[in-house]
C-alpha cells in the first residue's frame, strides 16, 4: 500500500549533508518527496511510496550512526502519514 510520510528531524541535521544522504537512501528504497531545511534547524522530510518504504526510511533516520553511515546528529524525529499526493523524485530545497 502507498502512503506519505512527513517527518521532522531535530537535532544538528543542517549544512552536514543530512538532505543529500536523506535524497540518496529515499531513492534506494523507492520513494519520492524532499527534504526540506526548516528556519529553526530542523529538516522536514516528506515522502511518498510504499509503506515498507517509508518505515525503513523512518528506521534509518533513527538509527544510531556509524563512521559510515548518516551524516550529523539525531536527537529526535516526529513522523506523520497521511494519503499520497503524487510526489515524483527526490529534491533538496
Known sequence: MTTRMTAFVHGHVQGVGFRWWTRSRALELGLSGHATNL???????????????????????????????????????????SDPRGEEGFIER
Do not use: H, K, M, N
Open 39 to 81: 528556519r529553526d534547524g530542523r529538516v522536514q522530510i516528506v515522502t511518498e511510496g510504499l509503506e515498507e518504504g517509508c518505515a525503513r526510511l523512518l528506521e534509518l533516520l533513527r538509527e544510531e550512526p556509524t563512521t559510515t553511515s548518516r551524516p550529523g546528529r539525531v536527537d529526535t524525529v516526529v513522523e506523520q502519514y
